[in-house]
């Protein structure tokens, strides 16, 4: 399952580095784009970049642990292939959970970001049980929506000359 949200920036899309923008984030920023985020830690290892987050989404606390996969200014792929999660707050469940963000140019002066989450659960039973709890539609559609803008609207800002 993946979701897509949209948002329009009054900035032209070559002066987002989004690569920039999340290597650089800080856990109160994180913390300050969602009512569910909780706590946030990054770091680098053999070059590689990693992120670990905290976030209740509905009623079930989640711990995901992204790797970044692919990068580039206008692009991020992550990707949690050992999100813990709670189902119904009683079953335990190894999810992954893709998260990627894009830009894409409108005309000279503003672009489009993109922001989609998934979850990948590892059987029918557990993405449906998620799916009666809200995890796996509402609630996920309801937090994609609401640290969407926030993000969009820290890009615009940060990158804003």
């Not at 897509?4 to 920039?20: G, M, N, S």
């Not at 992954?96 to 998934?118: A, L, N, Q, R, Y």
Request: aromatic share 14%; hydrophobic share 40%.
């Amino acid at each position: 399952m993946r979701m897509t949200k949209k948002f329009k920036l009054q900035i032209a899309a070559e002066k987002v580095d989004l690569y920039k923008w999340v290597t650089e984030m800080t856990p109160g920023e994180y913390e300050s784009f969602s009512k569910g985020h909780k706590a946030m830690g990054s770091y680098f290892e053999e070059g590689k970049f990693y992120m670990v987050n905290v976030e209740n989404m509905g009623n079930e606390m989640i711990v995901q642990h992204y790797q970044l996969k692919e990068h580039a200014e206008d692009h991020l792929r992550f990707y949690s292939d050992r999100t813990e999660a709670y189902i119904l707050r009683w079953i335990p469940a190894i999810v992954g959970v893709p998260w990627e963000m894009k830009i894409t140019p409108i005309d000279s002066s503003s672009c489009e970001f993109s922001c989609t989450i998934g979850a990948d659960f590892p059987s029918r039973l557990l993405a449906l049980a998620a799916w009666i709890n809200g995890l796996g539609g509402f609630f996920m559609r309801q937090h994609l929506a609401g640290e969407g803008v926030k993000f969009a609207k820290d890009i615009e800002k940060k990158f804003t000359v």
